[in-house]
Structures are given as structure tokens and as C-alpha cells.
């Protein structure tokens, strides 16, 4: 007697619809953590104060303000430069009339100097006016946060893994979250930059592993028959804590405030420890079959169904099931032996450095669209909402065109029309500001849908014995793109606000080009060895063309 075929003879109940929809709530606060730094890190409108002007009404862009400050774009009154100004020189005749001393002749426009004060466009607060961190000079601090956060990731996933495979998926799932909510908190009442980057580095690496281990555990408390289903609607949940941060982001406007209101409620998921089981696999691997029985009869119970009165012979035939998928120890793979398997393969070897490089540009674009969002044209907190909720509808797409159309031209068609999108946002005018939107909205659109085929598209590729290896290689891999991604706003600055755009408009040209040299895997059984996998794709080819 195997697990599935008992949970698919239970369906799909009450109990775990709930368990479910409180691991879509975890799903979405899990967000909160790897997205927050675009909120509390970004860049805020400000230019020098003029003493001399600003002493009677301060405000951003007064009518004044071109004789004193020069401006980015000449045919623009809206982006002045934010540190220098003009040199001011004020002759002695002139030092007795007060109330003339803002007045053009007396401003030096071929000569500039940097300021030390700012006035700002509005009374929004991130750690650039909390810990004074303005000018290009400190742009690197803005953007470090961001790949700070994404370096506590790389730790922490790999790390949390481990942990969950010895403690178990409940135990990282809420020791994570409440960690995560602790560390999050705390770092609003951070009074320096350094104490904020510490808490932003250990906080995302004790919140790297709560994605994997929720959706895991909700996806092992249902029949395979059921996955799909599920996984599909607890994916919705994700992209929805970026909404909400935004919208938070967009009331509040104090970083310290948006962090409590976003990080606090995650104590609450201290709770769960009463209602939501251990994962049913994992129980069943560490021989706990008592505990996993009790998750089995609530299952029983609100599906209408019973379990037999007697459970022991149920008891014995899981604990054999268990022994039985064991991996016995000398067939474990180690590093040394893992390579060997990889490079005695041309054709996996070619594969996979392939796949590392899609999974580096799905990272970069996903992550980059988004943190280019809060600094797009019109109000930031607006697009950084909009270009999140974008991923339901393209996660829910994403799972009907694998299964209407071939794995390989879904992803290679996914990065060329997102490369297309970020292309049109460069020669799209500047008045036609909603179509160049629509063209952003739609690059994330087709990325999200390339993150969401990527996954199912490399587990299907490899083989058994080195599926979970490989498919760790190229997902770390794909993490040094949400490094390089907070890195963007830099080159930006030096170069020009579409630059980075651009950039991952040709990069995901490139992906969707070696896309097609991708294996179709579509309706074909998963390969088990190196050898199967090398022909994984003839089997497709023979049966389109025969």
C-alpha cells in the first residue's frame, strides 16, 4: 500500500482545502522578505537647498528653481539634478537688500558645486533621509541592500534544506516565518545603515526556506491527481504579498511603519503549530507512522471517508513502503562522483550549462523588472503593485500552454516575447506613457511564465539519479541573477534609466535562442539514467514526424 494511492482514494476535503489555503497565507508572506529592500531601499526625488531662494517657501520644484539647479533634461522641468548646483556669487553692493537675493544674475551657470542639504518632493521616508544616504557617490549603499539580501538567500536555502530534512518541513516553515517576523521587525527601529544591512542579511537567510518548505508540505497532503490543482492556486498567493507590501508602501509612506505592519503578522503563523501536520513523507521516511496515521484519519474524517478500525496492517505496509524508497547509503551520490556523471556526458554536460544560463536570465529579468518598476515613470508604489499582480494570471497561463503546446517552444517563446517586451519600453515615446507601461507589464508577464515553465522543463530533462543535484547547480546558478539584479539602479545612474532594460531585453533574446537547443519532454516519461536521458527528446521527434 503506497501513500498516493491511499490520499487518492481519500480525494480532496475540507481539511485540506484549509491546510492548503494557510500555506497560500505563508506562500504570501514568505514574499515580504526577498522584495522588501525595493521599498525601504529605494530611491527618493530630491534636490539641493538653495539658502537663498528656499527661506520663505520650500517646496520641490518651485519656479525658480532652473536659475539655481541644473536640470537632467533640458526640455524638462521635472528632474533636476539632486547634489550640485549652481555657484552662487552675491556682489557687496548687494549685501544689504535681502529680500533680492534670489535672482538669476546672481547664479553661475557655467560653474557647479555640490550641496550638503536637500529638500524633498514629498514626506515619504526610506533609509536614504533616515540614514542620510544621498548622491550618486552613495548609490552603491541602495543597491548593496539588495544584493546583500539575495547573499543571505544563497546561504540560507541550501542550509535550510538541510534542516528541514532532519527536523522536518513544519518545523523551517514556522521557525523561518516567526524568525523572519522577529528580524524584521527589529530592523525598523535600526538607527544606522550597518545595523539595518546586518538584520536584512540574517533575515533573509532564515526566511530563504520557507517558499520550498510550504509549498512542499502542501503538496505532499494531497493526491498527485491534485497537484497541479493546488500548487497552481497556492501559487497565486506569492506575487500577492508584493501587492500588498505595495499597497502598504503606498498609504504608509515610512519605511519603519510599512516594516511592522508587513513583518508583525508573521507571528501569528506561530499558531500553526496546533493545526497544520508535518509533512506525511517526511514523517514517513523517520518511521513515525503513528503521527502520520492521525494526519491520514483527519484527512479520512473530513473527506467522508474512514479508516479501517484496525491500523496496524495500514501501519506495516507504510513503514515497508518507507524502507522500501530508502536510498540506501552506497548508492548516495557524492560530489566527486556527481561530476564524474556530468562530464562523462557531453550531452548533459552541454545541457546543463545551458539551463544554468536560462535559470541566471530568469532570475535577472524576474528580480530586475521588479525593482525597475519602483523607479518606472509615474508612481512607483503603483507600477511595483501592478507589475506583481501581473504573475497570477501569468502563473495560471504558464500551466495552460505546457499543456496544450511543447515544453521547449513555451519556454524559448516566453523569453523572446519578455525580451521583445523590455525592447518596445526603449522605442516606445515617452508621452505614450500607458503603452510603454502595458510593454513592462507584459515583459513580466512572459518571464514569470519562463520562471514558471523553467521548473517543470529542467526536473524533466535530467535524469533520476541526478535530478535533485542538477536541478540544485543550475538554481544556484540562477541565484547569482538576483545578485547582479539590485546592481541595475547603478548602471542606470551612470548610463541611463532604459539601459537596464535593455540589457535584459537582449539577454533574454539570447535565453529564448538556446532554448531551442533544449530536449522536448512533453508526454514522455522521466529519464533514470544518464544514457535515457541523453535520447530523452528522439521519442517526441519520431512520434511529430512519424
Known sequence: ???????????????????????????????????????????????????????????????????????????????????????????????????????????????????????????????????NIMCDDNKWKLSMVGTINSIGQFIGIPLSGFISDKYGRKFILITGSVSSAILGTIRSFTNDYYSFLFFEFFDSIVSSGVYAATFVLGLELVSPKSRVTVSTLMG??????????????????????????????????????????????????????????????????????????????????????????????????SCSKLMKEIFSSKEIFLRLINCSFCWITITLVYYGLSLTSVEFNGNKYLNFMLVNAVEVPAFLTSWYFMERFSRRNTQAFTFIFSGIGCILVNLIPSHFSLLKLLSFLGSKYAITMAFNTMYVFTAEMFPTELRMSLFGITSMFGRLGSMIAPQMSLLASYFGQYVPILLFGIISFIAGALSFLFPETKDQKLPDTVKQAEFVGEVYKDSSTG
Open 1 to 131: 500500500m503506497d501513500l498516493d494511492e491511499i490520499l487518492g482514494n481519500f480525494g480532496l476535503g475540507s481539511y485540506q482545502l484549509t491546510v492548503c489555503g494557510l500555506m497560500g497565507l505563508v506562500l504570501m508572506y514568505s514574499n515580504i522578505s526577498p522584495l522588501s529592500y525595493a521599498i525601504t531601499a529605494s530611491d527618493l526625488k530630491y534636490r539641493c537647498e538653495i539658502q537663498q531662494c528656499d527661506s520663505n517657501n520650500t517646496s520641490y520644484n518651485p519656479d525658480w528653481l532652473r536659475i539655481a539647479v541644473p536640470f537632467k533634461d533640458p526640455d524638462s522641468y521635472n528632474e533636476p539634478y539632486k547634489c550640485v548646483k549652481y555657484n552662487y556669487n552675491l556682489p557687496p553692493s548687494e549685501l544689504g537688500k535681502l529680500n533680492n537675493t534670489c535672482l538669476p544674475k546672481f547664479f553661475d551657470t557655467n560653474s557647479h558645486q555640490k550641496c550638503d542639504k536637500w529638500v524633498f518632493d514629498d514626506t515619504e521616508r526610506t533609509i536614504v533621509n533616515d540614514f
Open 236 to 333: 497565486c498567493f506569492y506575487p500577492m504579498g508584493a501587492v500588498f507590501m505595495g499597497l502598504a508602501a503606498y498609504m504608509i509612506l515610512d519605511w519603519r511603519i510599512i516594516l511592522r505592519v508587513l513583518y508583525l503578522p508573521g507571528t501569528l503563523i506561530l499558531g500553526y503549530i496546533w493545526y497544520v501536520p508535518e509533512s506525511m513523507r517526511w514523517l514517513q521516511t523517520q518511521n513515525r507512522i503513528e503521527e502520520m496515521a492521525d494526519v491520514l484519519s483527519k484527512i479520512a474524517k473530513s473527506n467522508g471517508k474512514t479508516l479501517p478500525s484496525n491500523l496496524g496492517p495500514v501501519k506495516d505496509a507504510l513503514i515497508v513502503n518507507a524502507q522500501i524508497n530508502k536510498m540506501p547509503e552506497d548508492t548516495k551520490l
